[in-house]
């Protein structure tokens, strides 16, 4: 009988291994401040619309012009969601004279979208693990 994917995540017998516990709750708490910073951040990559900008200012930068006729949304709707990405440190911005151009704010940024087109090209599709990433062993 194949499993399912709940299945596959889920125990067959009910334990707690108090050291890892205890690890990953101060791995957890070691990280708290930061947690609260990566939430917004990954909800922001987790809109469409903003991820295909960032994926276009991988390029170089562009104006808001461009990034509208790229990404075939309006001049308007690049603003709105520039401020949400500019809030976070994502993009920044820079006025030549009459236009607005935009990049990635930094290295952090490139990797981030990078580091998560890498992990879909290997093959991990939202909703959907590899088969063989499914299956764990315990021993």
Known sequence: MPSTPLAASACDTRCVHPDAVERARGTLDAQADSLSGMAPLFNALGDLTRLRLLVALLGGRLCTCD???VV???E???SHQLRTLKGLALVASEREGKVVYHRLADAHVRALVEVAQAHVEEGV???AARADTTAEVHV
């Open 76 to 78: 308007s709707a690049v």
């Open 67 to 69: 990034l509208a006729a």
């Open 125 to 127: 599709e939202v909703g």
């Open 72 to 74: 075939g949304v309006t």
